[in-house]
């Protein structure tokens, strides 16, 4: 009792202290705000470093042999991870590592994964033809949360924002990052996009970018996710270029794949031969 007053008067002074802030900021304008939030650092694609820490689901593909990211994904459920089809239809199960909770890929952080096994969407041919969607099953769970898949079709209007995530290129030449990235950018209204891209289809992909350009995932962010209201709206999957103004990113639409990717599922575990954890099962010996 004790410690939940002092956990309250704590919440509260919290509060206090926020309504500060915020009159203080209307009044004096955001600048007030500046001295507080961690220095922004602009990059060529935009956005700024983060920490897996922030977003756990978030996971780097590396080949067997290579510690940098060629790819991303992200955790849809303990032991299964979404990514796009174009990151993997190279590689056998075996020659991809998934590596969680490791901001820095130059470090030993987080845990890493073997994949078993894949499903690629029957569909895929390219990334331009859309479907590019697969799901990796790992040999072993993660311990990390995971994020839900947007299942809306209507959570895709234009001008909604969302984040994008990854290891990728900072510039359209390169190089990529060793620490995990993320940009802000808004979704593209379908018929802009169509307008712009001859190959965009609307029931496949969405397109997210800004009307500057200047934020954008680039090459090596691929199979990453687009986020939005805290669910997977969107896999990176193409673009023109990288952050050009005019040429927003393409990602896999997934509430048209929502179904279809959770219906994917790890195969069922062998039958047990050791019943020694059913300690109260009715047919037990002894
Ligand atoms: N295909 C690229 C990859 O394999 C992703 C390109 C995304 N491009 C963009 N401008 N959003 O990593």
Redesign the pocket.
Known sequence: MRLMGVVLAGLVTLALVNLALVNLAAVDSPVALAGSSTPVQPRIVGGASTRTAEHPWMVALTTATSASA??AGALIGADRVVT?A??ITDYRPDGIRVIAGRTDLRSSDGQERQVLRYWIHPDYTS?EHGDDVAVLFLDRALPYPTLPLETDPGAYWAGAPAT?L?W??TAERGPSSSELRSADVVLVADSDCAATYRQFDQRAMVCA?TARGGS?????????PLVAGGRLIGV?????????AG?????TRVASYAAEIDAQRPEPVELRRDYSDYWDWPGRLG
């Open positions: 060629y790819c796009a174009h990151c990334p994008v990854g990728g290129y970018g954008d995932a680039c090459y090596g962010d691929s199979g990453g990176t999957s193409w673009g023109s270029g990288c952050a050009r040429r927003p990113g393409v990602y």
